[in-house]
């Protein structure tokens, strides 16, 4: 029991002694602080910092420490050279100068009657993240957008504060592919009552993000000096990419009770030619975000003067309460501005009017997460709806309606989207479209132009919009007519749009068919025909490759002329010449047939039957093949024209029943007659029709103007493969058909007429020595 | 007098074909520019819709009119939009030589200005083989570059290939319209020899007649241009109408086929005209030229001008087989012929073998036999009538492509050696014989084609042997005495002006001439020439003076003939000049007439 009383006393008092030197101890170091918050004791504990995982050193401490009462003191803090490095050095930071002041007292609990002045200055951090920390691509769970409370904690609501000023002249992010660097700035502005008025954060970002510059700051201030939740933030950003971005945002946000807060956003930008603007105010409450977009786009297509949507409400609601995850919403009514044809004149806009002002309606509905992220699942529809558009050039109306659904960080990968589109162009009076374009680059050319009636087109149907990669169904229908021609065709087929795939083309496949077509050729006169094309061995290399670069519009044109054949009409047929096509047009070639039918064609003065005559295309075009046959019924007998080989140089030779030789075979089809009946012009053109044919020098065409045509005369020079023939179109009108205009070798025998030459020769007379010069007009008749 | 009506002649005939040749078409006028003072030239190509500016004269053709400005007499083609215009102009102007023309509007009206003309820089002819001296073409750069121009210089490669070897060529080209540079890709194929000949059977014509007139040989390389030759020698015969050759390539080497038109066999012609020596004639000629199936030829011919009358039946017969170039050759002639220096009546009958032969570069011909020859002289010898019976013989030597340009001459040479041997003891009434020797050289200079300069050399040696004696000199007939002067040979003399009237027994003479060729505009071709001659009064012996000549002047190929002016000044150098003429400036316009 002694011993035990003995144990309590020494106890006690030593118990007491400890009290009174911990007291004493606390007294002192509530006293003098300085005791144990000065360099050395921090420099002791740097090895804690180690503990943690981070290495901490600096070049110089100053630390003051001074007590303004028992339970309230004063530090003032500078470092030179403060360094924080984690232990794997992959994130470390620096600030040349580092000095901070604060007081701490108890008063019923722990606060902080000052804080401030606070300078870090010359700061600098490297954030590295080696390819083993890349982050996982699993999704993540849907982000809940939860603003926060913004007031100050409970030892800080009676804090003065001083200027805080905290200056990171270099962030670097460092990551596998890249390194990411900026700038950040933040600092405090206290006002005349040392509140916190003002925190500002400002922020330049300069490498790695292949921009000139790219700046954000973001301000908070609050009214109540943040004793309340009455802050209001503002955001502001300046993007700048010389020559291809310049965007600029402002953001406002701030709470509107209810717990719930009010977003303004106002955004510029301007992306190479393209403008866009957008602003929407908003309400985003609990669960629920109800707001108004007004957008533009400008510019951003040739063909687009401008889209423009204005007031249009939208809204998120949750479908499930703090999931974060609901019903989007978007009704919108959009106007595009199409650009103007390019007109001459004011005169001819006032002619002419196009409906460049389309009225759209788009209502979108999906369902989605309340903060979008790419990773989060995105399903719903848009549908939008062309209100109808008529005006003196076409009608136009339609609907387009699209349902999807996928994540959009793996598009287009498991994503469903199918559109169905109702969507229709007409032209009501094709001579309005003639007028209208006759001073632009598109003009309808002659003859076409002379027609008038109806043109459609239909996109109609639906598609899917990632199997087929935005191909929709197609249709295309022209009634026209003129006194003389017909132009009705029935075209279906797909077009295939550019921007669903990347790097693909707009494109359109159609199979185009020519139900009733009949168009006029023109009229030849007294020449023979020119060149309508430009002639393939005259270019400029260079020029050819950027043309072929430029191409953007791909297109596949089947063209048949299942029911009726096309025909045309010319004054060198009797009956309009049908012509069956069998066509693939695309941009670089076009190939297929061309089938001649069987017709009564004039052929050398009288009536013959085209049996036939295909053309098979190939390229060059003059490289085509041609097969054709002519027969002409004669009293005594059968003549056989058959074309063969190219269109350039076809060969043709010729076939009668009973047999009959060469020479009687074209003297019959020049001249129907034999050929010993002929005169002297007249046989020999016999002849050079008939060299000239076998040596293929005549080109199909020329062929096609000599058999329609009365033939007076025919030259041929087999030396340099010139051909001319002069056909009698009138009784006073001659036609020269030739393959070379110019002549190498003057003849010293010139047919005049009939039987009628011009012979100029030379006369050696060995015997007298003399060498004379003879011209003569002389009549020959062979018989 | 006669001189003056022979100029007067002479100078109208000339007149008469250049003016109707060269006179251009009435609308080349009409659509002249007004252009009022201080403003650019420009030409309405569509009153009122198309203008081009800053040319004096710009003309469509009617049909390129119609695609351009639209038909009016066709409901389908009355309107022509502007850029439809525009694309046809644009093409149409690509013919003419301009590429980049621009176009701008004014209201309703289309604006064009022609932009500059584009020539050959450059050209370049890849893959053609060394043998066939494309180095040779000339007047391709400088000029101004259209599709014409390719068609051109594609089918002269193709000619030129052709004629050296290369049966089945092609040739593509392509051109820069903004530097002018052409690259031609010349494809020549194999390089071939003929290896055989058909022909299209002519009715009642052995087959295998053709070949008499060929100017090449099978299993020798082919040569296209003397495939024409050949045509050119059946058609200017008679034979046929018209025939060419057909060639088709095969691996062993270059098959021909001959495609014949024969026509009719009798050919009557009547014709009237002027000739050189400055008179109008009229002329007639009946010829059979398939007799028989072995295509021999019988043909009487009348002439008849002011100076000379003539009527002549002659025959080639072929007894041999059909492509023997064998043949008799009966000829009767009687000849009236009227001249300053003498006047006479001939008869003549000649009963000829002749024959010839070709190879791949010469062609030869020969023909001999007697000839009996009736001369009446009423002037310029001894009266009277003189009879002749001579052996006469006659070898022609020409290459091929002398006869190929024999009416643009440029290449070649031809010789002829002609003899008279005539004997008194053998129905003669004189004993002389006669020998003329001529030939022509003509070079190219550097080959070009077309030619730049072409140098000419032609020559005669020519000598009657009899005794000299009066007796037998005054019944030697005209045509045993050489006279020189005139467009034949000096040129700077008169025509048969030298030596005298009476003649000379031997003649010799030596031409030089020079042409500028396809150098000027509009086929004008100036030379020079000079001229030698000497005469002799027996034959190969000559004397003094030499009699020369030398001038210049122009040939202009018109579309109906040759015709050459020539100006030049006789001179004489030498020996006793008592009793000569005397020089004088000598003018001649020739028509058809080549050096």
Same mark, same amino acid.
């Given at each position: 029991?002694?011993?035990?009383?003995?144990?309590?006393?020494?106890?006690?008092?030593?118990?007491?002694?400890?009290?009174?030197?911990?007291?004493?101890?606390?007294?002192?170091?509530?006293?003098?602080?300085?005791?144990?918050?000065?360099?050395?004791?921090?420099?002791?504990?740097?090895?804690?910092?180690?503990?943690?995982?981070?290495?901490?050193?600096?070049?110089?401490?100053?630390?003051?420490?001074?007590?303004?009462?028992?339970?309230?003191?004063?530090?003032?803090?500078?470092?030179?050279?403060?360094?924080?490095?984690?232990?794997?050095?992959?994130?470390?930071?620096?600030?040349?100068?580092?000095?901070?002041?604060?007081?701490?007292?108890?008063?019923?609990?722990?606060?902080?009657?000052?804080?401030?002045?606070?300078?870090?200055?010359?700061?600098?951090?490297?954030?590295?993240?080696?390819?083993?920390?890349?982050?996982?691509?699993?999704?993540?769970?849907?982000?809940?957008?939860?603003?926060?409370?913004?007031?100050?904690?409970?030892?800080?609501?009676?804090?003065?504060?001083?200027?805080?000023?905290?200056?990171?002249?270099?962030?670097?992010?460092?990551?596998?592919?890249?390194?990411?660097?900026?700038?950040?700035?933040?600092?405090?502005?206290?006002?005349?009552?040392?509140?916190?008025?003002?925190?500002?954060?400002?922020?330049?970002?300069?490498?790695?993000?292949?921009?000139?510059?790219?700046?954000?700051?973001?301000?908070?201030?609050?009214?109540?000096?943040?004793?309340?939740?009455?802050?209001?933030?503002?955001?502001?950003?300046?993007?700048?990419?010389?020559?291809?971005?310049?965007?600029?945002?402002?953001?406002?946000?701030?709470?509107?009770?209810?717990?719930?807060?009010?977003?303004?956003?106002?955004?510029?930008?301007?992306?190479?030619?393209?403008?866009?603007?957008?602003?929407?105010?908003?309400?985003?409450?609990?669960?629920?975000?109800?707001?108004?977009?007004?957008?533009?786009?400008?510019?951003?297509?040739?063909?687009?003067?401008?889209?423009?949507?204005?007031?249009?409400?939208?809204?998120?609601?949750?479908?499930?309460?703090?999931?974060?995850?609901?019903?989007?919403?978007?009704?919108?009514?959009?106007?595009?501005?199409?650009?103007?044809?390019?007109?001459?004149?004011?005169?001819?806009?006032?002619?002419?009017?196009?409906?460049?002002?389309?009225? !759209? /309606?788009?209502?979108? &509905?999906?369902?989605?997460?309340? +903060? #979008?992220? $790419?990773?989060?699942?995105?399903? *719903? @529809? %848009?549908?939008?709806?062309?209100?109808?558009?008529?005006?003196?050039?076409?009608?136009?109306?339609?609907?387009?309606?699209?349902?999807?659904?996928?994540?959009?960080?793996?598009?287009?990968?498991?994503?469903?989207?199918?559109?169905?589109?109702?969507?229709?162009?007409?032209?009501?009076?094709?001579?309005? !479209? /003639?007028?209208?374009? &006759?001073?632009?680059?598109?003009? +309808? #050319?002659? $003859?076409?132009?002379?027609?008038? *009636? @109806? %043109?459609?087109?239909?996109?109609?149907?639906?598609?899917?919009?990632?199997?087929?990669?935005?191909?929709?169904?197609?249709?295309?229908?022209?009634?026209?007519?003129?006194?003389?021609?017909?132009?009705?065709?029935?075209?279906?087929?797909?077009?295939?749009?550019?921007?669903?795939?990347?790097?693909?083309?707009?494109?359109?496949?159609? &199979?185009?068919?020519?139900?009733? +077509?009949?168009?006029?050729?023109?009229?030849?006169?007294?020449?023979?025909?020119?060149?309508?094309?430009?002639?393939?061995?005259?270019?400029?290399?260079?020029?050819?490759?950027?043309?072929?670069?430029?191409?953007?519009?791909?297109?596949?044109?089947?063209?048949?002329?299942?029911?009726?054949?096309?025909?045309?009409?010319?004054?060198?047929?009797?009956?309009?010449?049908?012509?069956?096509?069998?066509?693939?047009?695309?941009?670089?070639? +076009?190939?297929?047939?061309?089938?001649?039918?069987?017709?009564?064609?004039?052929?050398?003065?009288?009536?013959?039957?085209?049996?036939?005559?295909?053309?098979?295309?190939?390229?060059?075009?003059?490289?085509?093949?041609?097969?054709?046959?002519?027969?002409?019924?004669?009293?005594?007998?059968?003549?056989?024209?058959?074309?063969?080989?190219?269109?350039?140089?076809?060969?043709?030779?010729?076939?009668?029943?009973?047999?009959?030789?060469?020479?009687?075979?074209?003297?019959?089809?020049?001249?129907?007659?034999?050929?010993?009946?002929?005169?002297?012009?007249?046989?020999?053109?016999?002849?050079?029709?008939?060299?000239?044919?076998?040596?293929?020098?005549?080109?199909?065409?020329?062929?096609?103007?000599?058999?329609?045509?009365?033939?007076?005369?025919?030259?041929?020079?087999?030396?340099?493969?010139?051909?001319?023939?002069?056909?009698?179109?009138?009784?006073?009108?001659?036609?020269?058909?030739?393959?070379?205009?110019?002549?190498?070798?003057?003849?010293?025998?010139?047919?005049?007429?009939?039987?009628?030459?011009?012979?100029?020769?030379?006369?050696?007379?060995?015997?007298?020595?003399?060498?004379?010069?003879?011209?003569?007009?002389?009549?020959?008749?062979?018989? | 007098?006669?001189?003056?009506?022979?100029?007067?002649?002479?100078?109208?005939?000339?007149?008469?074909?250049?003016?109707?040749?060269?006179?251009?078409?009435?609308?080349?006028?009409?659509?002249?520019?007004?252009?009022?003072?201080?403003?650019?030239?420009?030409?309405?190509?569509?009153?009122?819709?198309?203008?081009?500016?800053?040319?004096?004269?710009?003309?469509?053709?009617?049909?390129?009119?119609?695609?351009?400005?639209?038909?009016?007499?066709?409901?389908?083609?009355?309107?022509?939009?502007?850029?439809?215009?525009?694309?046809?102009?644009?093409?149409?102007?690509?013919?003419?030589?301009?590429?980049?023309?621009?176009?701008?509007?004014?209201?309703?009206?289309?604006?064009?200005?022609?932009?500059?003309?584009?020539?050959?820089?450059?050209?370049?002819?890849?893959?053609?083989?060394?043998?066939?001296?494309?180095?040779?073409?000339?007047?391709?750069?400088?000029?101004?570059?259209?599709?014409?121009?390719?068609?051109?210089?594609?089918?002269?490669?193709?000619?030129?290939?052709?004629?050296?070897?290369?049966?089945?060529?092609?040739?593509?080209?392509?051109?820069?319209?903004?530097?002018?540079?052409?690259?031609?890709?010349?494809?020549?194929?194999?390089?071939?020899?003929?290896?055989?000949?058909?022909?299209?059977?002519?009715?009642?014509?052995?087959?295998?007649?053709?070949?008499?007139?060929?100017?090449?040989?099978?299993?020798?390389?082919?040569?296209?241009?003397?495939?024409?030759?050949?045509?050119?020698?059946?058609?200017?015969?008679?034979?046929?109408?018209?025939?060419?050759?057909?060639?088709?390539?095969?691996?062993?080497?270059?098959?021909?086929?001959?495609?014949?038109?024969?026509?009719?066999?009798?050919?009557?012609?009547?014709?009237?005209?002027?000739?050189?020596?400055?008179?109008?004639?009229?002329?007639?000629?009946?010829?059979?030229?398939?007799?028989?199936?072995?295509?021999?030829?019988?043909?009487?011919?009348?002439?008849?001008?002011?100076?000379?009358?003539?009527?002549?039946?002659?025959?080639?017969?072929?007894?041999?087989?059909?492509?023997?170039?064998?043949?008799?050759?009966?000829?009767?002639?009687?000849?009236?012929?009227?001249?300053?220096?003498?006047?006479?009546?001939?008869?003549?009958?000649?009963?000829?073998?002749?024959?010839?032969?070709?190879?791949?570069?010469?062609?030869?011909?020969?023909?001999?036999?007697?000839?009996?020859?009736?001369?009446?002289?009423?002037?310029?010898?001894?009266?009277?009538?003189?009879?002749?019976?001579?052996?006469?013989?006659?070898?022609?030597?020409?290459?091929?492509?002398?006869?190929?340009?024999?009416?643009?001459?440029?290449?070649?040479?031809?010789?002829?050696?002609?003899?008279?041997?005539?004997?008194?003891?053998?129905?003669?009434?004189?004993?002389?014989?006669?020998?003329?020797?001529?030939?022509?050289?003509?070079?190219?200079?550097?080959?070009?084609?077309?030619?730049?300069?072409?140098?000419?050399?032609?020559?005669?040696?020519?000598?009657?042997?009899?005794?000299?004696?009066?007796?037998?000199?005054?019944?030697?007939?005209?045509?045993?005495?050489?006279?020189?002067?005139?467009?034949?040979?000096?040129?700077?003399?008169?025509?048969?002006?030298?030596?005298?009237?009476?003649?000379?027994?031997?003649?010799?003479?030596?031409?030089?001439?020079?042409?500028?060729?396809?150098?000027?505009?509009?086929?004008?071709?100036?030379?020079?020439?000079?001229?030698?001659?000497?005469?002799?009064?027996?034959?190969?012996?000559?004397?003094?003076?030499?009699?020369?000549?030398?001038?210049?002047?122009?040939?202009?190929?018109?579309?109906?003939?040759?015709?050459?002016?020539?100006?030049?000044?006789?001179?004489?150098?030498?020996?006793?000049?008592?009793?000569?003429?005397?020089?004088?400036?000598?003018?001649?316009?020739?028509?058809?007439?080549?050096?």
């Amino acid at each position: 029991m002694k011993f035990l009383k003995k144990f309590l006393l020494v106890s006690f008092i030593t118990g007491a002694a400890l009290s009174v030197a911990v007291a004493v101890f606390v007294g002192m170091v509530l006293s003098w602080p300085g005791m144990v918050v000065n360099p050395t004791v921090l420099k002791w504990a740097k090895p804690l910092a180690w503990r943690y995982g981070y290495e901490v050193d600096w070049g110089s401490a100053d630390v003051k420490a001074a007590s303004l009462s028992p339970l309230h003191q004063r530090y003032d803090l500078a470092f030179s050279d403060l360094c924080v490095a984690s232990r794997d050095k992959l994130k470390s930071g620096c600030f040349r100068t580092l000095t901070v002041s604060f007081e701490i007292a108890w008063d019923g609990g722990l606060k902080f009657p000052a804080f401030g002045p606070l300078s870090a200055a010359g700061g600098t951090a490297t954030l590295s993240f080696p390819p083993s920390e890349a982050p996982e691509t699993r999704p993540a769970e849907a982000p809940k957008l939860k603003i926060p409370k913004i007031v100050l904690p409970g030892p800080f609501r009676q804090t003065r504060f001083q200027p805080v000023v905290i200056d990171v002249q270099r962030l670097a992010v460092i990551t596998e592919e890249k390194i990411r660097a900026g700038g950040l700035l933040l600092s405090t502005l206290p006002d005349p009552f040392e509140h916190l008025g003002t925190v500002v954060l400002q922020a330049d970002l300069f490498e790695g993000f292949g921009l000139e510059s790219l700046s954000a700051s973001a301000r908070v201030s609050s009214p109540s000096r943040f004793l309340e939740n009455d802050w209001n933030l503002d955001v502001s950003a300046d993007v700048v990419k010389t020559g291809v971005l310049s965007a600029d945002a402002e953001a406002e946000i701030f709470p509107s009770g209810d717990g719930s807060y009010t977003v303004n956003v106002q955004a510029t930008a301007r992306i190479r030619e393209g403008r866009y603007r957008l602003q929407t105010a908003a309400v985003l409450g609990s669960g629920n975000l109800e707001g108004k977009v007004t957008a533009s786009a400008v510019g951003f297509t040739p063909e687009v003067q401008g889209a423009y949507a204005r007031d249009c409400p939208y809204g998120f609601r949750e479908t499930e309460a703090g999931s974060g995850r609901g019903r989007f919403r978007l009704d919108c009514p959009i106007k595009v501005d199409l650009s103007p044809f390019r007109l001459p004149s004011a005169t001819m806009a006032k002619l002419v009017t196009v409906p460049y002002n389309l009225d !759209l /309606v788009a209502v979108a &509905e999906l369902e989605t997460d309340l +903060v #979008p992220t $790419p990773g989060s699942r995105v399903k *719903g @529809t %848009l549908d939008v709806t062309l209100e109808p558009v008529s005006r003196e050039l076409m009608d136009a109306r339609g609907s387009a309606k699209t349902r999807f659904a996928g994540i959009p960080a793996d598009f287009p990968k498991g994503w469903e989207a199918t559109t169905d589109l109702n969507l229709s162009f007409g032209v009501k009076r094709f001579q309005n !479209l /003639v007028h209208a374009l &006759e001073r632009s680059a598109f003009a +309808v #050319p002659a $003859p076409v132009n002379a027609l008038d *009636g @109806t %043109l459609q087109v239909d996109l109609n149907g639906r598609t899917d919009l990632i199997r087929t990669r935005g191909t929709f169904p197609l249709k295309f229908a022209t009634h026209l007519k003129s006194s003389n021609q017909d132009f009705d065709t029935d075209g279906k087929g797909e077009l295939q749009l550019a921007f669903i795939k990347r790097g693909s083309k707009t494109a359109v496949d159609m &199979e185009l068919q020519l139900a009733n +077509v009949k168009l006029e050729l023109p009229r030849f006169g007294l020449s023979s025909l020119p060149s309508l094309f430009m002639d393939g061995r005259i270019h400029v290399p260079e020029a050819m490759k950027k043309q072929v670069v430029s191409n953007f519009f791909e297109y596949h044109f089947k063209i048949t002329t299942p029911k009726e054949p096309v025909r045309l009409v010319s004054e060198l047929v009797e009956e309009g010449l049908p012509v069956f096509l069998d066509l693939d047009v695309t941009r670089e070639k +076009v190939s297929g047939t061309v089938k001649v039918g069987a017709t009564n064609l004039r052929l050398f003065r009288r009536t013959a039957r085209l049996e036939g005559l295909t053309v098979t295309l190939a390229q060059p075009p003059a490289a085509s093949e041609v097969n054709g046959r002519v027969r002409a019924v004669y009293a005594e007998y059968k003549i056989d024209m058959w074309i063969q080989g190219t269109v350039a140089k076809p060969h043709v030779y010729f076939e009668s029943v009973p047999p009959l030789a060469q020479d009687q075979m074209v003297a019959a089809l020049l001249y129907g007659r034999p050929f010993g009946d002929l005169n002297s012009t007249q046989s020999s053109s016999v002849a050079n029709t008939s060299q000239a044919l076998t040596q293929n020098s005549v080109a199909l065409g020329s062929l096609f103007l000599l058999a329609a045509t009365p033939v007076e005369n025919v030259n041929y020079n087999p030396d340099t493969g010139a051909f001319e023939a002069k056909v009698r179109l009138t009784d006073n009108t001659l036609l020269t058909v030739n393959t070379q205009e110019q002549k190498q070798q003057f003849g010293v025998r010139r047919n005049l007429s009939g039987n009628w030459v011009v012979n100029t020769y030379i006369e050696n007379d060995n015997e007298k020595r003399k060498q004379t010069g003879v011209a003569l007009f002389e009549w020959i008749k062979r018989y | 007098m006669r001189r003056w009506i022979s100029i007067f002649l002479r100078g109208l005939t000339f007149l008469l074909v250049a003016v109707t040749v060269s006179s251009p078409p009435a609308h080349a006028w009409r659509e002249a520019p007004r252009t009022p003072k201080n403003q650019p030239p420009s030409v309405e190509v569509c009153p009122g819709r198309v203008t081009v500016v800053g040319a004096k004269l710009f003309k469509l053709t009617k049909v390129e009119r119609s695609f351009v400005c639209g038909d009016s007499g066709s409901d389908s083609w009355k309107r022509v939009p502007m850029s439809q215009a525009k694309y046809h102009l644009r093409t149409f102007l690509q013919e003419r030589g301009r590429y980049q023309p621009e176009f701008s509007e004014d209201g309703d009206r289309l604006i064009v200005r022609l932009g500059p003309l584009t020539r050959v820089r450059s050209w370049t002819v890849n893959g053609a083989p060394k043998d066939a001296d494309v180095q040779d073409r000339r007047r391709v750069k400088g000029r101004i570059l259209t599709p014409k121009l390719l068609n051109e210089i594609e089918q002269w490669l193709v000619r030129r290939l052709k004629s050296r070897g290369y049966p089945c060529p092609d040739a593509k080209s392509k051109a820069d319209p903004v530097t002018g540079d052409v690259v031609v890709e010349v494809t020549p194929g194999p390089q071939q020899n003929v290896i055989a000949v058909t022909e299209e059977p002519v009715l009642r014509m052995n087959p295998g007649v053709p070949r008499r007139f060929d100017a090449f040989k099978v299993g020798k390389p082919f040569n296209d241009d003397l495939l024409s030759l050949s045509a050119d020698r059946i058609e200017t015969d008679g034979l046929l109408q018209s025939t060419y050759f057909k060639t088709t390539c095969e691996p062993e080497g270059a098959v021909l086929e001959q495609k014949t038109f024969a026509g009719r066999p009798r050919i009557v012609s009547v014709g009237f005209g002027a000739n050189t020596e400055g008179v109008v004639l009229v002329k007639g000629s009946w010829k059979h030229t398939r007799l028989e199936d072995n295509a021999s030829l019988f043909e009487a011919e009348g002439f008849a001008s002011y100076k000379r009358q003539k009527l002549a039946v002659s025959s080639r017969l072929y007894p041999f087989k059909p492509t023997s170039r064998w043949h008799l050759l009966p000829i009767g002639e009687i000849d009236h012929q009227r001249e300053s220096e003498f006047h006479f009546l001939s008869g003549d009958v000649q009963i000829n073998a002749a024959g010839g032969w070709d190879d791949q570069k010469i062609g030869f011909k020969f023909s001999f036999g007697p000839d009996l020859n009736y001369v009446e002289t009423y002037r310029g010898a001894q009266p009277g009538l003189t009879r002749f019976l001579t052996l006469r013989s006659r070898i022609e030597l020409m290459s091929h492509y002398f006869e190929y340009y024999l009416t643009r001459p440029r290449t070649g040479y031809r010789a002829s050696f002609t003899v008279n041997f005539g004997n008194s003891n053998l129905l003669s009434e004189v004993t002389a014989q006669r020998f003329l020797l001529d030939g022509e050289y003509l070079y190219n200079f550097r080959h070009y084609e077309p030619p730049l300069l072409v140098f000419g050399v032609r020559g005669g040696l020519y000598g009657t042997f009899a005794r000299g004696d009066a007796a037998t000199l005054a019944k030697l007939p005209p045509n045993y005495r050489f006279y020189l002067g005139g467009s034949p040979d000096l040129r700077g003399w008169g025509r048969r002006e030298l030596p005298s009237e009476d003649g000379a027994l031997s003649a010799a003479f030596l031409s030089f001439e020079i042409r500028l060729a396809e150098l000027l505009p509009g086929g004008f071709q100036p030379f020079g020439f000079f001229d030698a001659g000497i005469f002799g009064s027996k034959a190969l012996r000559f004397d003094a003076p030499v009699y020369y000549s030398p001038g210049g002047g122009l040939r202009w190929e018109s579309p109906v003939g040759m015709i050459r002016g020539t100006v030049g000044h006789g001179f004489k150098a030498g020996g006793n000049q008592a009793g000569t003429k005397d020089g004088h400036w000598q003018f001649y316009v020739s028509f058809g007439e080549e050096f």
